[in-house]
């Protein structure tokens, strides 16, 4: 592998950039508009001989096939420099064409073929087609974003043979790169005639040539190349992991990898890859190993890496559906979790046992096992017919704190969780509490008191802070301190308008630490129980992922992002609330990359609320335009966060050239209990009107905005927002919904959590006693009053809300005659996560907003021709 160093040219090179952005040669031919490439950056000549005894099957074709170099990794720059090898550093040197075309120079007593590289930068100002051409009179190849095109192989003394090819092109920065391979026994000139043709349809100076790497947020960056995924400290807070995550594009599978560094310095230790997935790194409370998951199809091994010794070691090798695992506080043995599948019924029938057991592994039961360490021995834990789920170990390592579900259909929440104690020495149980809406549970370091997370309604009415007779959101997640002694719980967090993600107890007892969702942000928050005061720390980020604690120093690792910044590792001294940089994997993929600006835009709803809110501007924004719109939303219980990309990542959309207003709509949790209780028993009602008043708001705010090429975008519950939105205004130019839901009273007994959701979204709420909900808020009873154009999205696959609620949404709207598209995702969930499925979904995503609200078909028409669907 070649290392690429990009570097900051000189005066010279800047001013070469300058020129070679600004020369342009452009040929009217019909309908068609040919445009010269005159300017070039050029690596080369390396010279390349054939192999030995290539006599016998290998001539110029097979040279010129033969990658030499990982091009689909390379940004060409005026004055950068390709390291090839130890002895050959080429730099990317700025080219002129003549009249004649562009001659590359060649040596005269060249006696074997030569490589040269040339670049150019097509910068698309919205989605188009253009076909290459290419005359040579030696081999070469055509690159495309780092993908290879097109080939010409023969090396022609006579007649000429041209290289051409069809290129689609979307809006946004694209590298063309030839490889030239000059053939030493072709007395022709090295002379190359290149230039794109490109239909007048898609408008006037639709493509721009240049030579800088400089380029704005797309599918590619948003999906390719290493981010963070995972962090840990050592328990002395000398040591941190960071697990790195990648796709590979021509698998479309991630792979991941571990950094081991100095916390002190953030310097690289080691590096741990395996040929598959690693995972779930957890650091021994003692010492300073480590422990890690590799996982291989169904079967995972569990390594454990003592950097004392130098040894890596297999505590667990192979495991079948392995799930998770915990140290014990001395670091002496490991808790771990296996899955057990039942035999299928041979006669093809199934009798239910639950509602639950409609999903597809409600049978397969999870089991708690024991492997002592450093020995390896093992011990099974628990058995019987319920999953038992380990919450956590206790301080002295003799208990353990875990959870199982029953059903409860008498009352919510409809599963009934019981926190019990497991004794390691005899194995017996005891039963600390039974009830609903917990989420965690974890020891205080003292072993006489839990940490428990859940619901405002966990403990009564001890956790609930809304107005008398209002039902609170318990998916507003509270803390609370449960005394093992008198089994009592207080509440922390009822006065606390963030709601909790995770948290961890520091080693003295003082302080608990938690990530919690505060408005638009995940925040860490330090919480002193002698003060009994949330403090806010200096994260840099606007919203964590995830922190690990140091045992035995007051620091931690965490790992983050902004709306225009990839996640990135840091430390942060806890004490002096002082932050680091520890790792940006994502850094040199991101240089040069163009954002616009984020503004918060709230407005007041007709009720006296103030709505929160954002808006991303596309990189070039010019007040003086006018500009297409994309409203934003989810509606259901949470917020929509500030985190970096995402399923509907914002960046994308403002680089496509749309204004993108994101809301928040009162029901989401992280703006305080009486804010979120909203939620319930609302279904739209409230929101949809909020929604509405934003974007006029939005609209009256921002006049650069057009206020008739605005579309609007949800997801799940967002996208039953759109389209109850839909039949409630005609405002939007264009609608998209993915996994939507239609017909409420469908989706609360078809979707394998509908009734679930519903015992939060619709409390006490049922198809038999709230027509007003099930009927009158389902967006199918009123389809005929849908007049925007709709783009219904679906994973064929999706389990949570069933793809018949796309179904009959599109069904009725096509028997009234309304426009409306439908497309199903085969094989995907609720999430599109398949790796070339996700870029043809998010393609048709920006492809559909493009054709309603830029007046630009084109693309939409080329993903879903008709004839694409033949065959």
Excluded at 147 to 166: F, G, M
Aim: charged residues 25%.
């Amino acid at each position: 592998m070649q290392n690429l160093s990009i570097f900051r040219g000189s005066v010279l090179a800047i001013l070469l950039m300058f020129l070679l952005e600004s020369h342009l040669a452009v040929a009217q031919n019909g309908g068609n508009t040919a445009m010269k490439i005159n300017q070039w950056l050029q690596a080369g000549p390396l010279e390349t001989p054939l192999p030995a005894f290539h006599q016998d099957a290998f001539g110029l074709k097979d040279l010129l096939k033969f990658e030499p170099a990982e091009v689909e990794k390379w940004r060409p720059a005026p004055g950068a420099e390709l390291v090839w090898d130890h002895r050959t550093r080429l730099s990317w040197a700025a080219v002129a064409a003549s009249e004649k075309g562009f001659e590359i120079g060649r040596d005269s007593g060249q006696k074997n073929p030569q490589i040269y590289y040339l670049a150019a930068y097509l910068d698309a100002k919205r989605w188009l087609k253009a076909e290459l051409q290419v005359r040579s009179a030696h081999p070469l190849k055509a690159y495309l974003d780092g993908e290879n095109v097109a080939a010409k192989e023969s090396s022609d003394t006579s007649e000429v043979k041209d290289l051409k090819q069809a290129l689609k092109l979307t809006t946004g920065k694209h590298l063309l790169l030839l490889k030239v391979l000059i053939d030493p026994e072709n007395p022709a000139p090295a002379l190359l005639e290149t230039s794109l043709a490109i239909d007048e349809k898609f408008g006037e100076s639709p493509l721009a040539l240049g030579a800088s790497p400089q380029q704005i947020m797309n599918i590619s960056l948003l999906l390719d190349g290493p981010k963070v995924s995972g962090v840990s400290i050592s328990p002395d807070g000398e040591l941190a992991t960071v697990t790195i995550s990648e796709i590979q594009r021509s698998e479309g599978k991630s792979k991941s990898w571990l950094e081991l560094r100095r916390v002190k310095d953030g310097s690289l230790v080691h590096t741990y890859r395996g040929n598959t997935a690693l995972s779930a790194v957890s650091w021994a409370p003692l010492g300073k190993r480590f422990a890690y998951l590799e996982r291989n199809g169904d079967k995972t091994t569990l390594w454990v890496t003592d950097l004392e010794t130098g040894t890596t070691t297999d505590l667990l090798k192979e495991i079948k559906d392995f799930g998770s695992f915990t140290w014990s506080p001395e670091g002496n043995f490991i808790v771990y979790s296996v899955s057990e599948k039942p035999e299928d019924d041979k006669r093809g029938v199934k009798r239910l046992e639950s509602p639950r057991d409609r999903w597809p592994d409600f049978r397969t039961k999870s089991f708690l096992y024991r492997a002592n360490y450093p020995g390896g021995t093992r011990q099974r834990l628990t058995a019987g017919k319920l999953t038992t789920s380990l919450a956590a170990v206790s301080p002295d390592g003799s208990r353990l704190l875990f959870t199982t579900y029953t059903d409860n259909f008498a009352d919510r929440p409809f599963i009934k969780t019981t926190l019990s104690l497991l004794n390691l020495q005899d194995l017996s149980v005891d039963t600390l509490w039974e009830g609903g809406w917990l989420s965690s549970a974890q020891w205080s370091p003292d072993g006489k008191q839990l940490l428990l997370t859940g619901g405002p309604s966990l403990f009564g009415e001890a956790g609930k802070n809304v107005p008398e007779g209002v039902i609170p959101n318990d998916y507003d997640t509270q803390a609370y301190l449960f005394d093992l002694a008198t089994r009592k719980a207080a509440p922390l967090t009822r006065d606390f308008d963030p709601s909790i993600n995770s948290a961890a107890w520091d080693k003295t007892g003082e302080n608990i630490y938690f990530e919690a969702l505060d408005r638009e942000y995940v925040r860490l928050f330090r919480y002193s129980l002698k003060e009994k005061k949330f403090r806010a720390l200096d994260t840099g980020v606007e919203v964590l992922n995830t922190f690990d604690l140091a045992k035995e120093q007051p620091l931690a690792v965490y790992y983050g992002s902004s709306s225009n910044v990839l996640p990135k590792a840091y430390l942060i001294d806890l004490k002096k609330n002082q932050r680091r940089l520890l790792s940006d994997p994502a850094q040199k993929d991101f240089e040069g990359v163009e954002f616009g600006k984020v503004e918060r835009f709230t407005f007041t709803s007709e009720e006296g609320l103030e709505i929160d809110g954002r808006v991303h501007y596309p990189p070039d924004f010019d007040p003086a335009r006018k500009y297409p719109a994309i409203v934003y939303y989810y509606g259901g219980t949470s917020p929509v966060t500030r985190d970096f990309g995402g399923r509907y990542p914002k960046e994308l959309f403002a680089a496509q050239g749309y204004v993108v207003y994101v809301l928040q709509p009162s029901g989401a949790t992280g703006y305080g209990q009486a804010f979120s209780a909203r939620h319930v028993n609302n279904w739209g009602k409230t929101v949809a009107d909020e929604i509405i008043l934003g974007t006029q708001k939005f609209l009256e705010a921002h006049p650069f905005v057009d206020e008739k090429r605005v579309g609007c975008i949800g997801a799940s519950y967002g996208g039953f927002m759109t389209l109850l939105l839909l039949t409630k205004t005609d405002m939007f130019a264009a609608g998209i919904s993915h996994a939507g839901i239609s017909d409420l009273s469908s989706y609360w007994g078809e979707g394998f959590w509908g009734y679930l959701y519903n015992e939060v979204a619709a409390a006490h709420s049922f198809p038999w006693n709230r027509r007003d909900i099930y009927v009158d808020q389902s967006p199918l009873f009123h389809a005929d009053r849908v007049t925007t154009p709709l783009l219904l999205l679906h994973g064929y696959s999706d389990t949570n809300v069933p793809r018949g609620e796309s179904d009959q949404f599109y069904l009725a709207l096509k028997l009234l005659g309304k426009e409306v598209e439908y497309v199903q995702v085969a094989d995907q969930d609720h999430w599109v996560l398949d790796y070339k499925k996700r870029i043809i979904w998010q393609q048709t995503i920006l492809a559909w907003f493009d054709k309603w609200l830029k007046g630009q078909a084109e693309w939409w028409e080329d993903l879903y021709a008709e004839e694409k669907g033949k065959g």
